[in-house]
Protein backbone atom coordinates (compact mmCIF):
# COMPACT_ATOMS: atom_id res chain seq x y z
CA UNK A 1 0.00 0.00 0.00
CA UNK A 2 1.26 3.85 -0.73
CA UNK A 3 1.07 6.01 1.96
CA UNK A 4 0.20 9.40 1.29
CA UNK A 5 3.78 11.07 0.31
CA UNK A 6 4.69 8.47 -1.10
CA UNK A 7 1.55 9.03 -3.68
CA UNK A 8 1.93 12.57 -3.93
CA UNK A 9 5.66 11.52 -5.14
CA UNK A 10 4.42 8.96 -8.00
CA UNK A 11 2.15 11.33 -9.36
CA UNK A 12 4.43 14.35 -9.27
CA UNK A 13 6.93 11.74 -11.33
CA UNK A 14 4.30 11.00 -14.05
CA UNK A 15 3.55 14.43 -14.56
CA UNK A 16 7.43 15.06 -14.94
CA UNK A 17 7.87 12.31 -17.56
CA UNK A 18 4.11 13.73 -19.00
CA UNK A 19 5.93 17.71 -19.52
CA UNK A 20 9.04 15.79 -21.09
CA UNK A 21 7.39 13.61 -23.29
CA UNK A 22 5.29 16.57 -24.25
CA UNK A 23 7.98 18.89 -24.90
CA UNK A 24 10.38 16.36 -26.63
CA UNK A 25 7.33 16.72 -29.50
CA UNK A 26 8.62 20.69 -30.16
CA UNK A 27 11.93 19.75 -30.90
CA UNK A 28 12.16 22.94 -33.52
CA UNK A 29 11.73 25.57 -30.56
CA UNK A 30 14.18 27.97 -30.23
CA UNK A 31 16.37 29.48 -26.75
CA UNK A 32 17.28 32.52 -27.29
CA UNK A 33 20.82 33.86 -25.72
CA UNK A 34 22.06 36.85 -24.72
CA UNK A 35 25.80 37.49 -24.84
CA UNK A 36 28.06 40.18 -25.52
CA UNK A 37 30.85 38.53 -27.49
CA UNK A 38 30.91 34.53 -28.20
CA UNK A 39 31.29 33.17 -25.27
CA UNK A 40 27.97 31.49 -25.24
CA UNK A 41 27.97 27.50 -26.30
CA UNK A 42 25.31 27.07 -28.64
CA UNK A 43 26.25 23.96 -29.68
CA UNK A 44 24.62 22.57 -26.66
CA UNK A 45 21.66 24.47 -27.26
CA UNK A 46 21.60 23.00 -30.65
CA UNK A 47 22.59 19.33 -29.35
CA UNK A 48 19.77 19.52 -27.36
CA UNK A 49 17.26 19.77 -30.80
CA UNK A 50 16.90 23.47 -30.20
CA UNK A 51 17.41 26.43 -32.54
CA UNK A 52 20.28 28.80 -30.49
CA UNK A 53 19.17 32.56 -31.63
CA UNK A 54 21.48 35.12 -30.57
CA UNK A 55 19.75 37.97 -29.42
CA UNK A 56 21.42 41.19 -31.05
CA UNK A 57 18.42 43.97 -30.83
CA UNK A 58 16.82 46.33 -32.96
CA UNK A 59 18.36 49.63 -33.35
CA UNK A 60 14.75 50.58 -35.40
CA UNK A 61 13.11 49.80 -32.51
CA UNK A 62 12.77 52.79 -29.82
CA UNK A 63 14.46 51.21 -26.07
CA UNK A 64 11.41 52.82 -23.98
CA UNK A 65 10.16 49.47 -23.05
CA UNK A 66 13.80 48.62 -21.48
CA UNK A 67 14.40 51.73 -20.39
CA UNK A 68 11.73 51.02 -17.84
CA UNK A 69 14.12 48.91 -16.38
CA UNK A 70 17.54 50.09 -16.96
CA UNK A 71 18.89 53.98 -16.50
CA UNK A 72 19.40 55.50 -19.82
CA UNK A 73 23.33 55.74 -19.45
CA UNK A 74 23.64 51.61 -19.75
CA UNK A 75 24.61 50.66 -22.81
CA UNK A 76 22.47 51.30 -25.48
CA UNK A 77 22.99 48.12 -27.33
CA UNK A 78 22.28 45.65 -24.48
CA UNK A 79 18.78 47.81 -23.83
CA UNK A 80 18.14 47.21 -27.52
CA UNK A 81 18.50 42.92 -26.42
CA UNK A 82 16.69 43.46 -23.57
CA UNK A 83 13.64 45.07 -25.53
CA UNK A 84 13.95 42.61 -27.98
CA UNK A 85 13.53 39.87 -24.99
CA UNK A 86 10.33 41.67 -23.39
CA UNK A 87 8.81 41.16 -27.13
CA UNK A 88 9.47 38.35 -28.34
CA UNK A 89 10.09 36.59 -24.94
CA UNK A 90 6.30 34.50 -25.79
CA UNK A 91 7.73 33.18 -28.75
CA UNK A 92 11.18 31.24 -27.03
CA UNK A 93 11.26 28.21 -24.95
CA UNK A 94 13.65 29.80 -22.80
CA UNK A 95 16.71 32.15 -22.67
CA UNK A 96 20.83 31.56 -21.55
CA UNK A 97 22.51 34.63 -20.54
CA UNK A 98 26.30 34.08 -20.71
CA UNK A 99 28.53 36.14 -18.66
CA UNK A 100 30.02 39.13 -20.43
CA UNK A 101 30.65 42.63 -19.84
CA UNK A 102 29.95 44.44 -16.95
CA UNK A 103 26.61 45.75 -18.27
CA UNK A 104 25.25 41.89 -19.34
CA UNK A 105 26.20 40.78 -16.11
CA UNK A 106 23.60 42.98 -14.04
CA UNK A 107 20.97 42.17 -17.03
CA UNK A 108 20.69 38.50 -15.88
CA UNK A 109 19.43 39.91 -12.38
CA UNK A 110 16.91 42.33 -14.15
CA UNK A 111 15.60 39.79 -16.63
CA UNK A 112 15.14 37.16 -14.14
CA UNK A 113 12.46 39.76 -12.39
CA UNK A 114 11.05 40.71 -16.03
CA UNK A 115 11.48 39.09 -18.68
CA UNK A 116 8.70 36.38 -18.61
CA UNK A 117 10.25 33.07 -19.84
CA UNK A 118 9.98 29.29 -18.93
CA UNK A 119 13.44 28.98 -18.55
CA UNK A 120 16.32 31.78 -17.58
CA UNK A 121 19.94 30.16 -16.86
CA UNK A 122 22.59 32.12 -15.91
CA UNK A 123 26.01 30.79 -18.23
CA UNK A 124 29.03 31.55 -16.41
CA UNK A 125 32.51 31.87 -18.30
CA UNK A 126 35.70 32.28 -17.20
CA UNK A 127 38.20 35.06 -18.11
CA UNK A 128 41.34 33.76 -17.76
CA UNK A 129 42.19 30.78 -20.47
CA UNK A 130 44.58 28.57 -18.48
CA UNK A 131 44.01 25.02 -17.05
CA UNK A 132 41.84 26.05 -14.25
CA UNK A 133 39.28 28.26 -16.58
CA UNK A 134 39.09 24.71 -18.57
CA UNK A 135 37.95 22.80 -16.09
CA UNK A 136 35.36 26.25 -14.96
CA UNK A 137 34.29 26.28 -18.55
CA UNK A 138 33.87 22.21 -18.67
CA UNK A 139 32.10 22.77 -15.28
CA UNK A 140 29.82 25.22 -16.87
CA UNK A 141 28.77 23.25 -19.80
CA UNK A 142 27.75 20.08 -17.45
CA UNK A 143 25.74 22.90 -15.48
CA UNK A 144 23.70 23.73 -18.54
CA UNK A 145 23.53 20.33 -19.65
CA UNK A 146 21.51 19.19 -16.48
CA UNK A 147 19.50 22.71 -16.75
CA UNK A 148 18.33 21.65 -19.98
CA UNK A 149 17.56 18.06 -18.73
CA UNK A 150 15.74 19.30 -16.24
CA UNK A 151 13.65 21.83 -17.93
CA UNK A 152 12.90 20.26 -20.74
CA UNK A 153 13.76 15.87 -19.80
CA UNK A 154 16.85 15.95 -22.67
CA UNK A 155 20.12 14.98 -21.84
CA UNK A 156 22.91 15.98 -24.04
CA UNK A 157 24.90 13.42 -24.33
CA UNK A 158 28.29 13.13 -26.00
CA UNK A 159 27.35 11.65 -29.34
CA UNK A 160 24.68 14.52 -29.57
CA UNK A 161 27.40 17.10 -28.52
CA UNK A 162 30.18 15.91 -31.19
CA UNK A 163 27.31 16.23 -34.10
CA UNK A 164 26.78 19.49 -33.04
CA UNK A 165 29.75 20.70 -32.61
CA UNK A 166 30.42 19.05 -36.32
CA UNK A 167 27.56 21.31 -37.46
CA UNK A 168 29.33 24.18 -35.80
CA UNK A 169 32.69 23.69 -37.64
CA UNK A 170 31.23 23.51 -40.84
CA UNK A 171 29.28 26.80 -40.30
CA UNK A 172 33.11 28.15 -39.21
CA UNK A 173 34.91 26.80 -42.10
CA UNK A 174 31.92 27.98 -45.11
CA UNK A 175 32.32 31.10 -43.26
CA UNK A 176 36.03 31.40 -43.45
CA UNK A 177 35.71 30.99 -46.82
CA UNK A 178 32.97 33.60 -46.99
CA UNK A 179 35.59 36.09 -45.12
CA UNK A 180 37.95 35.21 -47.21
CA UNK A 181 36.39 36.28 -49.97
CA UNK A 182 36.48 40.37 -48.95
CA UNK A 183 40.08 40.32 -49.67
CA UNK A 184 39.39 39.48 -53.87
CA UNK A 185 35.83 40.56 -54.49
CA UNK A 186 33.01 42.97 -54.14
CA UNK A 187 31.34 42.54 -51.06
CA UNK A 188 29.79 45.40 -49.81
CA UNK A 189 30.24 45.78 -45.87
CA UNK A 190 26.60 45.21 -45.43
CA UNK A 191 26.22 42.13 -47.08
CA UNK A 192 28.95 40.77 -44.69
CA UNK A 193 27.27 41.53 -41.64
CA UNK A 194 24.33 39.99 -42.63
CA UNK A 195 25.67 36.42 -43.75
CA UNK A 196 27.09 36.49 -40.00
CA UNK A 197 23.56 37.40 -38.60
CA UNK A 198 22.04 34.73 -40.56
CA UNK A 199 24.26 32.62 -38.88
CA UNK A 200 24.09 33.12 -35.46
CA UNK A 201 19.87 33.29 -35.59
CA UNK A 202 18.58 31.01 -38.13
CA UNK A 203 18.48 27.34 -37.58
CA UNK A 204 21.71 25.74 -38.51
CA UNK A 205 20.76 23.89 -41.75
CA UNK A 206 19.49 27.00 -42.59
CA UNK A 207 22.24 29.09 -41.87
CA UNK A 208 24.54 26.35 -44.27
CA UNK A 209 22.51 27.17 -47.05
CA UNK A 210 22.30 30.80 -47.15
CA UNK A 211 26.20 31.22 -46.69
CA UNK A 212 26.70 28.36 -49.39
CA UNK A 213 24.84 30.85 -51.56
CA UNK A 214 26.49 33.90 -50.97
CA UNK A 215 29.59 31.93 -51.26
CA UNK A 216 28.20 31.02 -54.62
CA UNK A 217 27.14 34.78 -55.76
CA UNK A 218 29.97 36.36 -53.92
CA UNK A 219 32.56 34.25 -56.12
CA UNK A 220 31.07 35.63 -59.54
CA UNK A 221 31.38 38.80 -58.28
CA UNK A 222 33.61 41.72 -59.76
CA UNK A 223 37.08 41.87 -58.50
CA UNK A 224 37.80 44.59 -55.46
CA UNK A 225 36.82 47.81 -56.10
CA UNK A 226 40.11 50.22 -56.78
CA UNK A 227 38.52 53.18 -55.25
CA UNK A 228 37.52 51.64 -51.94
CA UNK A 229 40.66 51.28 -49.03
CA UNK A 230 41.13 48.26 -47.37
CA UNK A 231 40.45 48.27 -43.60
CA UNK A 232 40.53 46.41 -40.78
CA UNK A 233 37.46 47.08 -38.01
CA UNK A 234 37.46 46.20 -34.58
CA UNK A 235 35.63 47.47 -31.10
CA UNK A 236 31.86 47.17 -29.93
CA UNK A 237 30.46 44.57 -32.20
CA UNK A 238 28.46 46.10 -35.04
CA UNK A 239 24.51 44.70 -34.73
CA UNK A 240 23.02 46.71 -37.50
CA UNK A 241 24.08 46.99 -41.09
CA UNK A 242 23.90 50.72 -41.28
CA UNK A 243 26.52 51.11 -39.67
CA UNK A 244 28.59 49.06 -41.92
CA UNK A 245 26.85 50.82 -44.54
CA UNK A 246 28.73 54.12 -43.21
CA UNK A 247 31.61 52.76 -43.52
CA UNK A 248 31.17 51.26 -46.94
CA UNK A 249 30.24 55.05 -47.84
CA UNK A 250 33.40 56.59 -46.62
CA UNK A 251 35.25 54.69 -49.13
CA UNK A 252 36.13 51.79 -46.78
CA UNK A 253 35.69 48.21 -47.40
CA UNK A 254 35.78 46.12 -43.82
CA UNK A 255 38.41 42.84 -44.93
CA UNK A 256 39.59 41.75 -41.34
CA UNK A 257 37.56 42.50 -38.11
CA UNK A 258 37.93 40.89 -34.98
CA UNK A 259 34.49 41.12 -33.81
CA UNK A 260 31.93 38.82 -32.52
CA UNK A 261 29.48 39.00 -35.31
CA UNK A 262 32.26 38.72 -37.41
CA UNK A 263 36.17 36.91 -37.02
CA UNK A 264 35.81 36.12 -33.69
CA UNK A 265 32.77 33.55 -34.67
CA UNK A 266 35.04 31.67 -36.91
CA UNK A 267 38.40 32.31 -36.51
CA UNK A 268 39.04 29.03 -34.89
CA UNK A 269 37.59 25.94 -35.04
CA UNK A 270 36.40 22.99 -32.50
CA UNK A 271 39.18 20.85 -31.91
CA UNK A 272 36.80 16.74 -33.25
CA UNK A 273 38.58 14.33 -32.04
CA UNK A 274 38.36 14.78 -28.56
CA UNK A 275 35.88 14.23 -25.90
CA UNK A 276 33.13 17.41 -27.06
CA UNK A 277 32.77 18.83 -23.97
CA UNK A 278 36.61 19.01 -23.50
CA UNK A 279 36.82 20.05 -26.81
CA UNK A 280 34.78 22.96 -26.48
CA UNK A 281 35.92 24.16 -23.54
CA UNK A 282 38.65 24.80 -25.29
CA UNK A 283 37.51 25.86 -28.22
CA UNK A 284 35.70 29.12 -26.35
CA UNK A 285 38.66 30.10 -24.55
CA UNK A 286 40.72 29.59 -28.01
CA UNK A 287 38.81 32.65 -29.91
CA UNK A 288 39.88 35.77 -30.50
CA UNK A 289 39.92 37.95 -27.32
CA UNK A 290 37.43 40.36 -26.78
CA UNK A 291 37.82 43.76 -24.48
CA UNK A 292 35.52 41.70 -21.76
CA UNK A 293 37.90 39.07 -21.15
CA UNK A 294 41.13 39.19 -19.61
CA UNK A 295 44.62 39.17 -22.19
CA UNK A 296 45.35 42.71 -23.70
CA UNK A 297 48.22 41.21 -25.46
CA UNK A 298 46.20 38.61 -26.96
CA UNK A 299 43.82 40.57 -28.54
CA UNK A 300 46.40 42.57 -29.80
CA UNK A 301 48.36 40.04 -31.40
CA UNK A 302 45.30 38.45 -33.16
CA UNK A 303 44.75 42.35 -34.77
CA UNK A 304 48.49 42.54 -35.41
CA UNK A 305 48.73 38.95 -37.16
CA UNK A 306 45.47 39.79 -39.15
CA UNK A 307 46.85 42.84 -40.17
CA UNK A 308 50.45 41.05 -40.94
CA UNK A 309 48.30 38.77 -43.12
CA UNK A 310 46.33 40.66 -44.94
CA UNK A 311 49.28 43.43 -46.01
CA UNK A 312 46.73 46.30 -44.39
CA UNK A 313 47.21 49.06 -42.35
CA UNK A 314 44.36 50.87 -41.43
CA UNK A 315 42.29 50.36 -38.27
CA UNK A 316 39.08 51.73 -37.77
CA UNK A 317 38.23 51.64 -33.77
CA UNK A 318 35.23 52.69 -33.12
CA UNK A 319 33.57 52.27 -29.53
CA UNK A 320 29.67 52.52 -29.24
CA UNK A 321 28.23 54.90 -26.41
CA UNK A 322 28.73 53.99 -23.07
CA UNK A 323 30.22 50.54 -23.61
CA UNK A 324 33.30 50.46 -21.19
CA UNK A 325 34.79 47.06 -21.84
CA UNK A 326 36.18 48.23 -25.31
CA UNK A 327 36.53 52.11 -23.84
CA UNK A 328 39.28 51.18 -21.54
CA UNK A 329 40.77 48.56 -24.09
CA UNK A 330 41.36 50.91 -26.95
CA UNK A 331 43.81 53.06 -25.72
CA UNK A 332 46.48 50.09 -25.41
CA UNK A 333 45.18 48.27 -27.77
CA UNK A 334 45.42 51.24 -30.75
CA UNK A 335 48.51 52.12 -29.54
CA UNK A 336 49.89 48.66 -29.87
CA UNK A 337 49.07 48.78 -33.32
CA UNK A 338 50.45 52.52 -34.10
CA UNK A 339 53.38 51.22 -32.69
CA UNK A 340 53.38 48.35 -35.37
CA UNK A 341 53.13 50.77 -37.85
CA UNK A 342 49.10 50.89 -38.75
CA UNK A 343 46.94 53.88 -38.91
CA UNK A 344 44.14 54.01 -36.63
CA UNK A 345 41.35 56.10 -36.57
CA UNK A 346 39.25 55.71 -33.27
CA UNK A 347 35.94 57.16 -33.05
CA UNK A 348 33.10 57.11 -30.03
CA UNK A 349 29.74 56.25 -31.95
CA UNK A 350 25.87 56.46 -31.16
CA UNK A 351 23.59 53.72 -31.07
CA UNK A 352 20.84 54.85 -34.40
CA UNK A 353 20.52 53.70 -38.08
CA UNK A 354 20.76 57.05 -39.21
CA UNK A 355 24.58 58.17 -40.41
CA UNK A 356 26.54 59.60 -37.32
CA UNK A 357 27.43 62.98 -38.69
CA UNK A 358 30.80 63.02 -36.34
CA UNK A 359 31.62 59.64 -37.01
CA UNK A 360 30.94 60.70 -40.71
CA UNK A 361 33.37 63.99 -40.43
CA UNK A 362 36.37 61.65 -39.01
CA UNK A 363 35.84 58.95 -41.35
CA UNK A 364 36.16 61.64 -44.36
CA UNK A 365 39.37 62.79 -42.44
CA UNK A 366 40.66 59.34 -42.52
CA UNK A 367 39.46 58.46 -46.36
CA UNK A 368 41.64 61.42 -47.18
CA UNK A 369 44.82 60.31 -45.12
CA UNK A 370 44.71 57.48 -46.71
S1 LIG B 1 28.36 47.09 -26.60
FE1 LIG B 1 29.88 46.97 -24.94
S2 LIG B 1 28.77 47.48 -23.05
FE2 LIG B 1 27.26 46.98 -24.65
S3 LIG B 1 26.80 44.81 -24.38
FE3 LIG B 1 28.45 44.95 -25.89
S4 LIG B 1 30.38 44.78 -24.72
FE4 LIG B 1 28.72 45.23 -23.27
Redesign the pocket.
Known amino acids: MLNGWALIYLIEQLINIFSKKRHSKNLMETIAYFD ?2 HDMPEEVIAAAGFVPYKILGNVHVSNDPADRYLPAFF ?4 RS ?1 LTEALAKTGQWAGIVIAQ ?5 NRHHDVWKRHVRTPFLHWFNTPLKDDVPAVRFMKTELWRLVDALYRQFGILVNEAMLADACRESNTIKKKLQVFSGLRMEKDITNREYLEVLVKSMTLPKPEAIKEIDAAIATMKNRGPFPADKIKVLLTG ?2 VTYPELMEQIDEAGFRVVRDDLSIGERYFATLIPEEENPFEALARYYLSIPK ?3 KLGLSKRAQYLETALEQSGIRAVISQC ?1 K ?5 AYDAVLVNNALKEKGCRVLHVEREYTPTPDNQMATRLAAFAEME
Open positions: ASCPAAMGCNATSDPATLFCEPY
